[in-house]
């Protein structure tokens, strides 16, 4: 029997409200004049990557940045349509520090650990300040002052937005910071690098080792700390909102040398997609939740129902969250919109050709507001609509379905965002720490950019000075750089020397189907236990017969995506494990034996008010389920309800 | 959609090994093509195709598949994202061409943007603009509340229009003089437009427009072709503007 750790978060002592403040000062500083001598790597350049090395690059360290895409402005966080929390309470509508904290817990349906969500809820309103500095267009209103939109899981309005275009803009904002220092030849900027390992040094992350994808060539790096800001693994679904090239495996290295993934299991299948239509389907397309605010949900009553949309009378339409959820009505949090769309569907109530679909419905607020109005408001997202689906939204009911968004769940962090592996640490969504089961909308661009800009520059700090590297450099020419660069470079050779029958996204096709009925909106023991089953088989096959194109030098874009897909095929499993361990329902993890008998999430809070990390063991062995208590001192746990 | 409605289609694809060696247009035939498909996913069944044939796929930049990351390029029949107005390639869907129909595809094409490999191109001149003057100076930490600073809505909203840029190349690709303008030009105007960005107005414009032709883009001869071919809608009311900043810069210049 293996021993199960209990992992410690390192949450400073005192009052919730004083602690950051408090560990602000007890955290031990750099000098100004040493800060140049230390390195660090900051892999990925969305908003958690560029905001941390541009700020960390301001204080004086010697910064290094990484990301796959042909510039850091292309990350994934780029895409991000809605908008960004912060309780500023400008509209004086009763917002404040604690309710964003309170709602983001409860929202996380209390997976999440109390003092980083308030770190997170305190730290908030200094990126909105940190971003208007920087130019960001937010919206305005006619006196010049902010603007404020309301988003799901939430009674107060205090989503800040640039159009539908949040994520860019913000993203824009620290990529211009983040060039800033470029410019001033303070940051060394790495484009069109995959990272393909994490080197360790004495029981230290002490560099990586990337493979150039337009030359193939694999370099080694050295630094005195990593920042792995790689995003989600959302693609583990084949078909999700992320991009195609965004993927688990910066993530997925770590955690083969020692770093544990937490919460594997908490993906967040968002409500408002685009719904599939075609197998040759490579992505799906969201569309913001902010359109709830507006949008009304419905389906037909009937559920042989035939009619076009605008010919079903207004009696024979259930506007079935609005009816279930009188008080949040449309604005329910993301999990609970999307599971009730899946129960609709399942009823036969979909609409559409595939029947796999629901209505969004602007026609009352287009005769309330006014076209204009509405225009302004959503018009991207609504040309982007129709250039994808060929229907006018302004003319009829949007037709959307759930599909996977995000993930909650990934590398386990302390409070201070370092993984299990000293000076290995992840921010944004590559760590598991602040949304607990299920993220509110508008969070994820107030947690990247807040373990960038305002938790690493300080704990970073911390671990150097008190770690004393300044005096054991390690150079690249260690032996466990060669071993590592060694390790990888026959991973992609034994990929090539396959030369099998069946193509890489046909494996990851292959796969997708298998997550997203096993382990997607609702999950069962038996079909978890089978979904691990089918994924090891699809493995199996994997390494068998996959046929990857190409050589390993230059640019060979199978080759890239194998790599991917192999780390998918283990990740998922993994994912599957935690699910099935997790034997109650908690945000987007929703087990059918676990539901209240108004089929809400029914959290076991006896058995399971704690974070599961997994510790890796060895290739397919079974992997440890540790666990981290989460205390929670502040808020009482109660049954979410959003009637 | 049933399958009466698929369509096949005749491409002309640009292939070129590296960055070293010689392009050459090259002929495929492809059916069973889906209206509904985007344009990268008719090209990743022919990739599935080439594949499955034992051939090297096309190589071609790509990644958030939803308009915004700027990463997608193409020639398309001549036109930089094609034929649909305001639209990136990943956006652009198969309903827009006949069946039978033959197009031709190739990379953005200037000086500036070398071809990596068939259609994907380096678009890192980009970057050194950005990093030439592209922000506004600001530090983390610095900033005050940001209702302080009021941005009359018009001036915001016209640094919306500005800041949408997604700096894909296409206005580079599009001009008759790979000129870079529009992209140089729709950041001088986000930062000018607000009042965040005064301060270093005359700076920022004159370093961006050295660094710009220091990388080897070309002038502006007002051909606008940039801006009918951008997918973001950016005006080149944005260059005037630019160009009374850059015109302001000049006649003060200490030096």
Same mark, same amino acid.
């Given at each position: 029997m293996t021993e199960i750790k209990k992992l410690d978060g390192k949450v400073p002592a005192g009052k919730l409200q004083d602690k950051w403040d408090q560990h602000r000062f007890n955290m031990k500083l750099v000098n100004p004049a040493n800060k140049r001598k230390y390195k660090v790597i900051v892999v990925g350049t969305g908003l958690a990557g560029a905001s941390a090395a541009a700020t960390l690059s301001e204080l004086g360290y010697d910064v290094s940045t990484f990301c796959i895409q042909d510039s850091?402005?292309?990350?994934?966080?780029?895409?991000?349509?809605?908008?960004?929390?912060?309780?500023?309470?400008?509209?004086?509508?009763? /917002?404040?520090? +604690?309710?964003l904290f309170y709602d983001t817990i409860k929202g996380g349906d209390y997976r999440a650990r109390e003092a980083n969500v308030y770190r997170l809820a305190q730290v908030a309103n200094n990126i909105i300040d940190q971003c208007a500095a920087q130019g960001?267009?937010?919206?305005?209103?006619?006196?010049?002052?902010?603007?404020?939109?309301?988003?799901?899981?939430?009674?107060?309005?205090? &989503?800040? @937005?640039?159009?539908?275009?949040?994520?860019?803009?913000?993203?824009?904002?620290?990529?211009?910071?983040?060039?800033?220092? !470029? *410019?001033?030849?303070?940051?060394?900027?790495?484009?069109?690098?995959?990272?393909?390992?994490?080197?360790?040094?004495?029981?230290?992350?002490?560099?990586?080792?990337?493979?150039?994808?337009?030359?193939?060539?694999?370099?080694?790096?050295?630094?005195?700390?990593?920042?792995?800001? &790689?995003?989600?693994?959302?693609?583990?679904?084949?078909?999700?909102s992320n991009a195609m090239a965004s993927n688990g495996s910066a993530a997925w290295k770590a955690y083969k040398k020692g770093a544990m993934f937490a919460n594997p299991c908490y &993906?967040?299948?968002?409500?408002?997609?685009?719904?599939?239509?075609?197998?040759?389907?490579?992505?799906?397309?969201?569309?913001?939740?902010?359109?709830?605010?507006?949008?009304?949900?419905?389906?037909?009553?009937?559920?042989?129902?035939?009619?076009?949309?605008?010919?079903?009378?207004?009696?024979?339409?259930?506007?079935?969250?609005?009816?279930?959820?009188?008080?949040?009505?449309?604005?329910?949090?993301?999990?609970?919109?999307?599971?009730?769309?899946?129960?609709?569907? /399942?009823? *036969?109530?979909?609409?559409?050709?595939?029947?796999?679909?629901?209505?969004?419905?602007?026609? $009352?607020?287009?005769?309330?507001? *006014?076209?204009?109005?509405?225009?302004?408001?959503?018009?991207?997202?609504? $040309?982007? @609509?129709?250039?994808?689906?060929?229907?006018?939204? @302004?003319?009829?009911?949007?037709?959307?379905?759930?599909?996977?968004?995000?993930?909650?769940?990934?590398? +386990?962090?302390?409070?201070?965002?370092? &993984?299990?592996?000293?000076?290995?640490?992840?921010?944004?969504?590559?760590?598991?720490?602040?949304?607990?089961?299920?993220?509110?909308?508008?969070?994820?661009?107030?947690?990247?950019?807040? $373990?960038?800009?305002?938790?690493?520059?300080?704990?970073?700090?911390?671990?150097?000075?008190?770690?004393?590297?300044?005096?054991?450099?390690?150079?690249?020419?260690?032996?466990?750089?060669?071993?590592?660069?060694?390790?990888?470079k026959e991973r992609f050779d034994k990929l090539l020397?396959?030369?099998?029958?069946?193509? !890489? $996204?046909?494996?990851?096709?292959?796969?997708?189907?298998?997550?997203?009925?096993?382990?997607?909106?609702?999950?069962?023991?038996?079909?978890?236990?089978?979904?691990?089953?089918?994924?090891?088989?699809?493995?199996?096959?994997? +390494?068998?017969?996959?046929?990857?194109? *190409?050589?390993?030098?230059?640019?060979?874009?199978?080759?890239?995506?194998?790599?991917?897909?192999?780390?998918?095929?283990?990740?998922?499993?993994?994912?599957?494990?935690?699910?099935?361990?997790?034997?109650?329902?908690?945000?987007?993890?929703?087990?059918?034996?676990?539901?209240?008998?108004?089929?809400?999430?029914?959290?076991?809070?006896?058995?399971?008010?704690? !974070?599961?990390? +997994?510790?890796?063991?060895?290739?397919?062995?079974?992997?440890?389920?540790?666990?981290?208590?989460?205390?929670?001192?502040?808020?009482?746990?109660?049954?979410r309800s959003y009637k | 959609m049933s399958s009466d409605n698929l369509l096949t289609l005749n491409l002309k694809i640009w292939r070129q090994k590296n960055n070293k060696e010689k392009g050459e247009i090259v002929d495929y035939t492809i059916d069973g093509i889906s209206p509904d498909a985007s344009f990268l996913e008719m090209l990743d069944v022919l990739n599935e195709k080439l594949i499955a044939e034992g051939n090297d796929p096309v190589a071609f930049d790509h990644d958030c598949r939803e308009g915004i990351c700027g990463m997608c390029s193409l020639m398309i029949n001549g036109q930089a994202h094609g034929p649909e107005a305001e639209t990136t390639t990943c956006q652009l869907h198969m309903r827009k061409f006949q069946n039978g129909e033959t197009i031709v595809v190739e990379p953005f094409r200037a000086r500036a943007f070398p071809v990596l490999k068939d259609l994907m191109i380096d678009r890192t001149a980009f970057d050194d603009i950005i990093a030439s003057g592209g922000f506004v100076n600001v530090n983390t930490g610095n900033a005050q509340d940001a209702n302080s600073i009021l941005v009359p809505k018009e001036n915001a909203e016209l640094a919306m229009d500005a800041a949408a840029c997604i700096g894909c190349g296409a206005c580079v690709a599009s001009c008759k003089n790979a000129s870079a303008m529009l992209f140089v030009s729709a950041k001088v105007s986000q930062l000018s437009l607000l009042p965040q960005g005064q301060l270093e107005a005359e700076e920022r414009v004159k370093n961006m427009v050295s660094k710009m032709d220091e990388l080897g883009f070309g002038n502006c001869t007002n051909e606008a072709e940039c801006e009918a071919s951008c997918p973001k809608g950016i005006s080149i009311s944005n260059i005037a503007r630019m160009n009374r900043d850059f015109l302001s810069a000049a006649v003060k210049a200490k030096d």
């Amino acid at each position: 029997m293996t021993e199960i750790k209990k992992l410690d978060g390192k949450v400073p002592a005192g009052k919730l409200q004083d602690k950051w403040d408090q560990h602000r000062f007890n955290m031990k500083l750099v000098n100004p004049a040493n800060k140049r001598k230390y390195k660090v790597i900051v892999v990925g350049t969305g908003l958690a990557g560029a905001s941390a090395a541009a700020t960390l690059s301001e204080l004086g360290y010697d910064v290094s940045t990484f990301c796959i895409q042909d510039s850091p402005r292309r990350a994934h966080s780029i895409a991000a349509q809605g908008g960004v929390n912060a309780a500023k309470n400008y509209p004086n509508d009763g /917002d404040s520090i +604690w309710r964003l904290f309170y709602d983001t817990i409860k929202g996380g349906d209390y997976r999440a650990r109390e003092a980083n969500v308030y770190r997170l809820a305190q730290v908030a309103n200094n990126i909105i300040d940190q971003c208007a500095a920087q130019g960001v267009p937010f919206a305005r209103e006619y006196g010049g002052t902010l603007s404020n939109r309301s988003f799901g899981g939430a009674q107060v309005s205090r &989503t800040f @937005y640039a159009r539908g275009q949040t994520g860019q803009q913000l993203l824009l904002g620290a990529y211009s910071a983040l060039m800033k220092e !470029v *410019g001033k030849g303070k940051v060394k900027s790495y484009t069109r690098r995959e990272m393909v390992e994490l080197v360790v040094v004495d029981g230290k992350a002490r560099g990586i080792i990337t493979r150039n994808v337009v030359t193939g060539e694999y370099e080694k790096f050295s630094a005195d700390a990593v920042l792995l800001c &790689t995003g989600g693994y959302g693609n583990t679904y084949f078909l999700s909102s992320n991009a195609m090239a965004s993927n688990g495996s910066a993530a997925w290295k770590a955690y083969k040398k020692g770093a544990m993934f937490a919460n594997p299991c908490y &993906t967040q299948i968002h409500p408002t997609c685009i719904p599939q239509h075609g197998d040759f389907q490579s992505k799906l397309t969201l569309m913001s939740e902010s359109l709830r605010n507006d949008g009304r949900v419905w389906v037909p009553k009937d559920k042989n129902e035939t009619r076009k949309a605008n010919d079903i009378p207004e009696e024979e339409r259930d506007y079935y969250l609005e009816e279930k959820y009188p008080s949040f009505g449309n604005l329910v949090p993301r999990d609970v919109a999307a599971r009730n769309a899946k129960q609709q569907a /399942d009823m *036969g109530k979909g609409v559409g050709s595939t029947k796999v679909a629901v209505y969004l419905d602007f026609a $009352d607020a287009i005769k309330r507001e *006014g076209i204009e109005t509405i225009k302004a408001r959503y018009g991207n997202l609504f $040309d982007m @609509y129709e250039r994808i689906t060929d229907e006018n939204p @302004y003319e009829v009911p949007m037709r959307i379905f759930p599909a996977v968004h995000y993930t909650m769940g990934g590398l +386990w962090v302390d409070y201070n965002l370092m &993984t299990t592996v000293p000076g290995c640490f992840a921010l944004g969504e590559a760590n598991f720490s602040d949304h607990g089961a299920n993220r509110l909308g508008a969070s994820a661009l107030m947690q990247g950019l807040a $373990d960038g800009y305002f938790v690493i520059p300080y704990t970073l700090g911390n671990y150097l000075a008190s770690e004393g590297l300044i005096n054991s450099d390690v150079e690249e020419t260690a032996p466990e750089f060669d071993e590592a660069l060694k390790t990888s470079k026959e991973r992609f050779d034994k990929l090539l020397a396959i030369n099998g029958t069946k193509s !890489v $996204d046909s494996f990851h096709r292959e796969l997708g189907v298998v997550m997203w009925d096993y382990v997607g909106m609702a999950r069962t023991a038996e079909g978890l236990s089978t979904a691990i089953t089918k994924i090891k088989a699809i493995r199996e096959d994997f +390494w068998k017969n996959v046929k990857v194109t *190409g050589t390993n030098d230059g640019v060979n874009i199978e080759l890239e995506k194998a790599n991917r897909v192999a780390d998918f095929l283990e990740l998922g499993e993994l994912m599957a494990r935690d699910a099935l361990t997790r034997e109650e329902s908690c945000g987007g993890h929703f087990r059918d034996e676990y539901q209240t008998e108004e089929n809400e999430a029914k959290r076991e809070d006896d058995k399971f008010c704690h !974070v599961a990390a +997994w510790e890796y063991t060895g290739d397919n062995k079974e992997p440890i389920r540790n666990i981290e208590e989460l205390n929670f001192e502040n808020v009482a746990l109660t049954q979410r309800s959003y009637k | 959609m049933s399958s009466d409605n698929l369509l096949t289609l005749n491409l002309k694809i640009w292939r070129q090994k590296n960055n070293k060696e010689k392009g050459e247009i090259v002929d495929y035939t492809i059916d069973g093509i889906s209206p509904d498909a985007s344009f990268l996913e008719m090209l990743d069944v022919l990739n599935e195709k080439l594949i499955a044939e034992g051939n090297d796929p096309v190589a071609f930049d790509h990644d958030c598949r939803e308009g915004i990351c700027g990463m997608c390029s193409l020639m398309i029949n001549g036109q930089a994202h094609g034929p649909e107005a305001e639209t990136t390639t990943c956006q652009l869907h198969m309903r827009k061409f006949q069946n039978g129909e033959t197009i031709v595809v190739e990379p953005f094409r200037a000086r500036a943007f070398p071809v990596l490999k068939d259609l994907m191109i380096d678009r890192t001149a980009f970057d050194d603009i950005i990093a030439s003057g592209g922000f506004v100076n600001v530090n983390t930490g610095n900033a005050q509340d940001a209702n302080s600073i009021l941005v009359p809505k018009e001036n915001a909203e016209l640094a919306m229009d500005a800041a949408a840029c997604i700096g894909c190349g296409a206005c580079v690709a599009s001009c008759k003089n790979a000129s870079a303008m529009l992209f140089v030009s729709a950041k001088v105007s986000q930062l000018s437009l607000l009042p965040q960005g005064q301060l270093e107005a005359e700076e920022r414009v004159k370093n961006m427009v050295s660094k710009m032709d220091e990388l080897g883009f070309g002038n502006c001869t007002n051909e606008a072709e940039c801006e009918a071919s951008c997918p973001k809608g950016i005006s080149i009311s944005n260059i005037a503007r630019m160009n009374r900043d850059f015109l302001s810069a000049a006649v003060k210049a200490k030096d």
